[in-house]
Structure formats: C-alpha cells, structure tokens
C-alpha cells in the first residue's frame, strides 16, 4: 500500500446511512490508500481536523459530507498543495457539481483512486479563506431560511422553498463594487462573487461558465424592478447555466477582476460557502491555484464582461481614466 490519506468523514451529512456510505467508502479506497479515519463532531469540525492534518505532514486529505465540510477542509489546504479528495454526501453537494466530481460516493472515491490532480483557484474573503463563493442580499437571506430541519425533510427543494418565501420580502439596495480597474455603483437586489459555482447556484451564472483556474472572481449583478422580474432573471441565469450562455437580459450584469470589495446600503447578510458570515462590506481576492484538487479534467471558458443596461448603473474607471457614466 503506497499512499496513505486522512479521511475526514461527517456522519450526519446527507440523508443516508452513515455507517452504510462509511463501510462503502471504505471497501473502494481501503485496498490501495491507508486511511486515517477523522470524524467531525459538534464540537470538533473539518476545519479543524483538516488543519491538524496538515500538521501532522498528510500526504492527502479526503472529505466525506455536505458542502459545509467539503468547503471547511478544503479551506485548510489552501496554498499548502495538498491533494485533497471529495465524497459528497449532502443536500447540494455544490462544492462537487462546481468542479466537475462527480457526487456519489463510487464514482468519487474512483476519481480519487485514479490519481489526477488539477490545481485550482481559492480565495479569501475578509481575511478568511473561500473555495466556493459569497452571496449577498437574496441568496444569503435564502441559505438563512434553509435550516438544517428543512434540509433533512426536504432535501434541495429546502432551498427552492425557502428562495419563493424569500420572495415575499424582495427589497433592493444601493451597491458600490471596487476592482482594480473601476468603481460601479448600482442598485440590486442580489451580488455574487464566485469562485466557483455549480449550475444549482444560479445566481452566480451571469456568465455561465465560471473558470475555476484563470485567477479570476466572476462578480453577477442581478437588478430586476420587482418580484416578477426577479422570478424571470432566475429562470433566465437557469437557463443560461443549462446551457452554458452567458444571460442576456438588461437587469442582469457580470464582470470578471482579480480583486473585489463590495459595499452596500445598507448593509447586507452575506453567505460564503454556504454558511451565513455577518454582512457587508466584503473584500474578496482570488488565490491562483490555490488548491490542488483530485477531480477530472474539464476546459471550460466564460466571457469578460456585460453591465450595460443594469438600473442606476455608473461606471467609475480608475488608474486616472475618463469618468463615464453608462
């Protein structure tokens, strides 16, 4: 037995039989990786137990639940080139539809068997590492509704719920998003910045095809006037996801930078990868390759940009340019 793993496994993550997903995990990867098994607890998470490992000198780190513990330990092995495994056994399992594994439990655990990595972009969001990305205004207010009783009774119809109860309280705010390049100032209802960001996460897919190794955050702007707009730019960045072109529609904006903050009045709840993290502002910079991930090969291209057409748009330039306002 050549190589050998720390196995960090949640045993409530997903619907399942943990004990039975365990065993089964066990059976494909136990032949040819030595594991070291880790179980997550309410008060121990994978963050933690990720971190441990990296201390401990772990020649690769695999996780087994739902995207809060698929994102806590990858946060850990940012920068360190750690090869780091995924099973998904969640509601979403976003962390794994985002970057192209696939999300049961043989297929994963082949994917990790057959050894091939890809280094892929991280994050950090106000001082803290990000893998997937951080929601603010409409998707944050969603993931608050989604509660973990919901999710067990519901599954991912949890988050349609609890994105059409939502609804009922749409409001809109005043946005400023800095890059390195301009200051734009609008008014929205919702702004992502994304990482990375499987279909499921529509209102992230402005572009719809976020590249997870460019070095690049893609920013999407959703501005519909009212509740039935916001309906209809969903469906449309769904759509677009589906299949795979960039929306189209006036209410709807993306942009790609290296570096983000977005300021809002007022303030905003924010959520970053999948779980609730105070409000706004928020400073996000993208980390090039930053994790070093087992996951098939995939080429996927997004476009640069589209504003135009977005209500009470003004584009700043900085660096001395020509103010223009659009």
Do not use: W
Request: include cysteine; hydrophobic fraction near 45%; proline fraction near 6%.
């Amino acid at each position: 037995m050549s190589r050998s793993a720390c196995l960090i496994f949640n045993p409530v993550a997903g619907q399942g039989d943990p004990d039975q997903d365990l065993s089964k995990i066990l059976e494909i990867l136990g032949s040819e990786i030595d594991l070291d098994i880790c179980r997550t607890t309410e008060e121990v998470g994978a963050d933690q137990l990720a971190a441990e490992a990296v201390e401990r000198g772990a020649e690769m780190i695999i996780a087994s639940g739902g995207d809060g513990t698929l994102s806590a330990a990858a946060e850990a092995l940012v920068s360190t080139g750690i090869p780091f495994g995924v099973i998904s056994r969640g509601t979403a399992n976003a962390f794994a539809t985002a970057l192209g594994i696939p999300d049961t439990i043989e297929a994963a655990c082949q994917t990790i068997l057959q050894g091939f990595t890809r280094d892929v972009d991280a994050a950090c969001c106000n001082g803290k590492p990000m893998v997937l990305l951080a929601g603010i205004g409409f998707e944050a207010e969603t993931v608050e509704r989604a509660n973990r009783d919901a999710k067990n009774r519901f599954g991912m119809l949890a988050y349609v719920l609890a994105g059409l109860q939502q609804l009922r309280n749409f409001s809109k705010f005043n946005v400023e998003i800095e890059t390195d390049e301009k200051l734009i100032q609008v008014t929205a209802a919702s702004v992502t910045v994304a990482n990375a960001a499987p279909p499921t996460s529509v209102l992230a897919q402005g572009p719809a095809g976020i590249v997870v190794d460019d070095g690049l955050l893609d920013v999407t702007v959703v501005a519909p006037a009212n509740v039935a707009g916001a309906i209809a730019a969903s469906y449309h960045l769904l759509q677009s996801a589906l299949n795979e072109n960039p929306a189209e529609r006036p209410d709807i904006g993306y942009l790609r930078a290296r570096k983000v903050k977005v300021t809002t009045d007022p303030p905003q709840k924010v959520v970053v990868d999948g779980e609730l993290a105070g409000n706004t502002p928020v400073e996000v910079e993208c980390i090039p390759g930053g994790l070093k991930i087992l996951v098939p090969e995939t080429e996927i291209e997004a476009p640069n940009e589209q504003l135009e057409g977005l209500p009470d748009l003004e584009v700043i330039p900085k660096k001395g340019e020509i103010q223009e306002k659009v």
